[in-house]
C-alpha cells in the first residue's frame, strides 16, 4: 500500500506538481473568506478566460519550438478592427452578430502573417512577431487612441452573457476550447506532428511530416485563440481600449511555462496549462481577498511566480533522477 | 621538458618515439584491442589500418590517454600510460596529441584566441601579450598555407581549415612530439592531403624527435604518406611492412584476412529468383548530381537486396538521398515502376512508395521524448485516420502491439519513451515505421549502426527474409561482412561512380574482393 502511495507521489512530482500547487492555492485559500463562495469562483474562472486563451494560443507555437510575442496585439487587434467594420466602416452591410466570425478571420490572418514570415522565409520568429507585436498594436492605437465604451450587445455577449443566470459564456467557451485542443494534441493527426517535428525536425521532416505547414498551422490557432481572448475581454469590460492586453504577453508566457511546456518544443500538456492558467487567476484572486494594495501587487505576483517556477523546474529534476 | 633525451636511453631507445606493450582493450563481451605490440620509430610516419571494427580508433583512443587500457602500457620517453594512471592529461605530458576527425574549437572565438587557449603568452602580471600570439599564429597559418587570419573566427572556417589549425596548435603551439592523427585525410581535397604530406615529411626530417601516426581505412593514402603501416584485424596487430617494400594488393590481402566470412554468415541465402518478366521495381539510368556522383545505373527488382558498398565521400550516400528526395539530382532518370518520379521533398517519395532509414539515427530518425507508438506511427497516420483527421487511437494502438511483438523489440509497453530502448530495439522500431508505409522500395543507410554487435545478426534476418519478401531494398553498409551475408548483388561505387557489380553465386562475391574495390584497388 505504501508503495502505491510513494508511486502516486512520484508521478505528482514528475508530471503533475502544477496540480498539487493548485491544491496548495484552493487550501490557503479556504482559510480566506469569501474565497469558496460561488461568486468569487466564478470570477475566477471568469477572469481566467481570456488569458486561457492566450496561453493555449502560445502553448501550440511553443510547442513546435517556435514562440509568438505578438499574440498580447492580436488580442486588441482583432476585436477593434471588428468592432470598426461593423459599427464604423460597413455599418449597413454587416449585421453585428457576424463580430465573432470576424473576429476569428482577422486572428487566423494576423497569425499566418507571422507563420508565413517566420517559417517560410525564415526569418528568426523572436524579430518577425516582436515587429509585428508593434504594428498590431500600432494599428489599434491609431484606429481607438480613446478606446471604444458602449458596445453593442452582439459585441459584448460572447465575453459578457451568462446562462441559467451565473455561469458565464466566456467560461464555458474556455473549457470547450480546451477540450478541443487536448483532442487535437492527443487524437488528432496534428497533435502527432507537432510533437514530431518538436522534439526533432529533421527527423519529422524524413518521416514524411509536412514541417512547415504544420508550423504555420500553429501560428494560425495562435492568432484564432488570442483573437477569441480579445472578443471575451472586450465582452467582460463591456468596451474597447488601446491598451488592452498590453504586457500580457509575460503572463502567458508565464502560465505556459508553469503548465510544463518546454520552451526548446516538443514538450508539454494540455492539461498542464489549464491548471496553470487556474493557478495564475486564483493567486490573482487571493491577492484581492488579502487586499493586497495594488501598488505592491505586481511585487508579491511575481515572488509567488518565481516561487512556482522554481517548484516547477524541480520536476525535471526528479525526472532525470528517477531515470 | 621532454626535449633532451635522457642520458641512460640506449640508441636503441633513442630512435623510439613510443611504444606499445601488450596493450589490450576489453570491453563487456568484445576484446577491441588484443594484445598489440608496435613500436613507432622517431621521425616516421607510421599508418595504421584495418577495416571498421578492426580496432584502430580504441587503440588510438588509448595512447592518447582516453580510454584506459584493461592491460599492457604506452611507452613514451618521460613515462608510460598502464592500467592505474591513463588520462589525456598525462598523455599530453608525454608529448602525445590526437588531432581527431572533427575538431573541437570554440567556434564564436578567433583562431588566435583557439590556438592559445589555456596556453596565452603574457607579458608579465597576468597581461596578455597580443602581438606575440597574433604572430605565433600567422607563423603558423603561413606555415600551413593556409586561407585564415588570426583574426579569423574560428566557426566561419570550413572544417579542413579548422582540421590543419588543430594539427598545427599540436606541433607549433603545444610542441607535441607525438601526433595521432585520426582520419584526418578524410575530408581533405587532393591538392590539400599532398601539401601536407609534404609538411609532415619537412617536420620529421627538421626535428628528429617527431613522429606522426596516421589512422586511416584508406589503402591509397596509407600507401602515399606513410613509411611504415600496420595492419590491424580483429583487435589484433597483424603485421608491420614497409610501405615502400608492399603494394596495395598484398596490404589489401593483409586487412582482409584469409578470405572467410565473419559476422552474420547464417543470414547468408542463394540468390533471389531472377523474374525475367518482371518490369524493374526501380530503375536508375545515367544519375548525376554534377559534384557527389556521376552516371550510376541500376536497376532493382521485387525481392531482390541490392548493396551500395563504397568509403565515405564515394557518392552511396548522396546517390540514396537523391533517390529519397532528401537531395536533387541534375541529370538521368529513376523510373519507379516504369514512370518517371523526382521528388521534392521525402513525404513525396513515402507517398509514391519509397522508404529511407537514413544513417544518423539521433538526428534524423528517432523523435526523441516520444512513445514508442508515436515512434512506429508518424509516418503512416493516414492508416489510422478517421473524420476530419481524428485518429482511431485504438487502433493505432494494436498496429503499434503488433509490429512490436513482431519484431520482439524489447520495451516495457508502447507508451515508453523510445529513448529508454536500447540502440538496436530504436532500429527495429524504426523500420517498423518504414514497413508500416507499405512500401515499394527500401533504402536503408547503415541499417545495424550503432546496433549491439549481438543484435546485428537479426536486424539483417528482417532486411533479408521482411522487408525484401514484398519489396526491393538497397541497403548501404561499411561492413563488408554485412553485405556479403545480405545481398543479392553489391554495387561498389568509387569517387562517385559505380566502379564494380558483384553477384551473389559468382566465384568474385566475397569481402575480400569487395573490399579491394572499395579501397580502389586495381585488378592485377
Known amino acids: ?323 | 621538458m621532454l626535449a633532451v633525451a635522457l642520458p641512460t636511453e640506449s640508441p636503441a631507445q633513442a630512435a623510439e618515439s613510443y611504444r606499445l606493450a601488450g596493450l589490450t582493450r576489453r570491453f563487456p563481451g568484445v576484446l577491441a584491442v588484443d594484445q598489440v605490440d608496435l613500436t613507432v620509430r622517431r621521425g616516421e610516419i607510421h599508418g595504421i589500418i584495418g577495416r571498421n571494427g578492426a580496432g584502430k580508433s580504441v587503440l588510438v583512443s588509448m595512447i592518447a590517454g582516453l580510454i584506459p587500457p584493461s592491460a599492457g602500457t604506452v611507452l613514451a620517453s618521460g613515462g608510460q600510460l598502464d592500467a592505474e594512471n591513463a588520462t589525456p592529461v598525462r598523455a599530453h605530458r608525454l608529448g602525445i596529441s590526437l588531432i581527431p576527425q572533427e575538431p573541437r574549437f570554440a567556434r564564436a572565438l578567433t583562431v588566435t584566441d583557439n590556438l592559445f587557449m589555456g596556453r596565452e603568452l603574457t607579458v608579465g602580471l597576468g597581461f596578455l601579450d597580443p602581438a606575440g600570439m597574433r604572430r605565433a599564429v600567422a607563423d603558423v597559418i603561413d606555415r600551413l598555407e593556409l586561407d585564415a587570419s588570426p583574426a579569423s573566427r574560428m566557426g566561419d572556417l570550413p572544417i579542413e581549415t579548422q582540421q590543419l589549425l588543430a594539427f598545427g596548435k599540436a606541433v607549433f603551439i603545444e610542441h607535441a612530439r607525438i601526433i595521432l592523427l585520426d582520419e584526418i585525410t578524410a575530408s581533405l581535397s587532393r591538392q590539400r592531403k599532398t601539401r601536407l604530406l609534404g609538411l609532415l615529411r619537412t617536420l620529421a626530417a627538421e626535428s628528429a624527435d617527431l613522429s606522426f601516426t596516421l589512422i586511416s581505412h584508406h589503402i591509397t593514402e596509407v600507401m602515399e604518406f606513410t613509411d611504415r603501416v600496420t595492419v590491424m584485424r580483429d583487435g589484433r596487430a597483424v603485421a608491420t611492412l614497409a610501405t615502400a617494400k608492399t603494394d596495395e594488393r598484398s596490404l589489401a590481402n593483409w586487412i582482409v584476412g584469409d578470405v572467410k566470412i565473419t559476422g552474420p554468415a547464417q543470414a547468408a541465402r542463394p540468390a533471389a529468383k531472377p523474374r525475367a518478366a518482371a518490369m524493374p521495381l526501380l530503375t536508375a539510368d545515367g544519375l548525376g548530381d554534377g559534384r557527389d556522383f556521376h552516371d550510376l545505373s541500376f536497376r532493382l527488382q521485387r525481392g531482390e537486396v541490392i548493396g551500395f558498398a563504397g568509403l565515405e565521400g564515394s557518392g552511396k550516400d548522396a546517390a540514396l538521398e537523391a533517390l529519397f528526395g532528401l537531395r536533387p539530382f541534375r541529370t538521368g532518370e529513376v523510373r519507379l515502376e516504369g514512370s518517371s518520379v523526382r521528388f521534392a521533398a521525402p513525404r513525396e517519395a513515402l507517398k509514391a512508395g519509397i522508404a529511407f532509414l537514413p544513417k544518423h539515427r539521433e538526428v534524423q530518425a528517432v523523435i526523441q521524448n516520444r512513445p514508442v507508438e508515436d515512434n512506429t506511427l508518424i509516418s503512416s497516420l493516414r492508416r489510422i485516420q478517421g473524420p476530419l483527421g481524428f485518429l482511431r487511437v485504438h487502433e493505432g494502438q494494436r498496429i503499434a502491439r503488433e509490429k512490436t511483438a513482431e519484431l520482439q523489440v524489447k520495451t516495457p509497453s508502447i507508451f515508453t519513451p523510445i529513448d529508454h530502448l536500447s540502440g538496436g530495439n530504436k532500429q527495429k522500431i524504426l523500420i517498423n515505421r518504414l514497413s508500416l508505409t507499405t512500401p515499394k522500395v527500401f533504402l536503408l543507410n547503415e541499417p545495424t549502426r550503432g546496433v549491439d554487435l549481438a543484435a546485428k545478426p537479426a536486424l539483417l534476418q528482417v532486411v533479408r527474409d521482411k522487408l525484401a519478401a514484398q519489396s526491393g531494398v538497397i541497403m548501404l553498409s561499411e561492413s563488408e561482412d554485412e553485405l556479403v551475408a545480405c545481398c543479392d548483388r553489391v554495387l561498389v561505387f568509387f569517387r562517385g561512380r559505380i566502379t564494380r557489380v558483384l553477384e551473389r553465386g559468382k566465384p568474385d562475391f566475397t569481402v575480400g574482393e569487395i573490399y579491394k574495390s572499395v579501397q580502389g584497388v586495381e585488378e592485377p
Not at chain 1, 494576423?110 to 522565409?121: C, E, Q, W
Not at chain 1, 476550447?177 to 522534439?199: D, E, P, Q, S, V
Request: aromatic share 10%; charged share 10%; with cysteine.
Open chain 1, 1 to 323: 500500500m505504501s508503495g502505491s502511495l510513494q508511486a502516486f507521489v512520484r508521478t505528482v512530482f514528475e508530471r503533475h506538481l502544477i496540480w498539487a500547487l493548485l491544491v496548495l492555492l484552493v487550501l490557503i485559500g479556504l482559510t480566506v473568506p469569501g474565497f469558496l463562495s460561488t461568486r468569487n469562483l466564478i470570477n475566477v474562472l471568469w477572469a481566467a478566460a481570456p488569458l486561457g486563451c492566450v496561453v493555449l494560443g502560445l502553448f501550440f507555437v511553443l510547442l513546435t519550438g517556435s514562440l509568438d510575442l505578438s499574440l498580447e496585439s492580436t488580442f486588441a487587434l482583432a476585436p477593434t478592427l471588428a468592432i470598426m467594420i461593423v459599427l464604423n466602416w460597413l455599418p449597413d452591410l454587416v449585421w453585428p452578430g457576424l463580430t465573432m466570425p470576424i473576429v476569428l478571420v482577422i486572428g487566423l490572418v494576423a497569425g499566418m502573417v507571422n507563420g508565413f514570415i517566420s517559417v517560410r522565409l525564415g526569418v528568426n520568429a523572436f524579430l518577425v512577431t516582436l515587429a509585428t507585436l508593434l504594428v498590431y498594436r500600432g494599428i489599434v492605437i491609431f484606429l481607438i487612441p480613446e478606446g471604444i465604451y458602449y458596445l453593442p450587445i452582439e459585441m459584448t455577449f460572447w465575453g459578457e452573457s451568462r446562462i441559467l443566470g451565473f455561469l458565464p459564456i466566456a467560461v464555458i467557451i474556455w473549457f470547450v476550447l480546451y477540450g478541443l485542443a487536448f483532442a487535437l494534441i492527443n487524437y488528432h493527426r496534428l497533435g502527432k506532428n507537432i510533437f514530431a517535428l518538436g522534439n526533432n525536425p529533421e527527423a519529422a521532416f524524413i518521416a514524411g511530416v509536412d514541417v512547415d505547414r504544420t508550423r504555420i498551422t500553429c501560428f494560425c490557432i495562435a492568432g484564432v485563440l488570442a483573437a477569441l481572448g480579445g472578443l471575451l475581454e472586450v465582452g467582460r469590460l463591456q468596451s474597447a481600449v488601446a491598451d488592452l492586453g498590453q504586457g500580457d504577453i509575460l503572463m502567458a508566457f508565464a502560465g505556459a511555462i508553469l503548465g510544463g511546456t518546454g520552451l526548446a518544443g516538443g514538450v508539454g500538456s494540455v492539461g498542464g496549462i489549464f491548471a496553470a492558467v487556474l493557478v495564475i487567476s486564483i493567486i490573482e484572486n487571493l491577492m484581492n481577498l488579502f487586499g493586497v494594495e495594488p501598488s505592491v501587487r505586481q511585487i508579491v505576483f511575481g515572488l509567488i511566480l518565481l516561487a512556482a517556477i522554481y517548484l516547477t523546474s524541480l520536476q525535471g529534476r526528479v525526472r532525470v533522477g528517477a531515470a
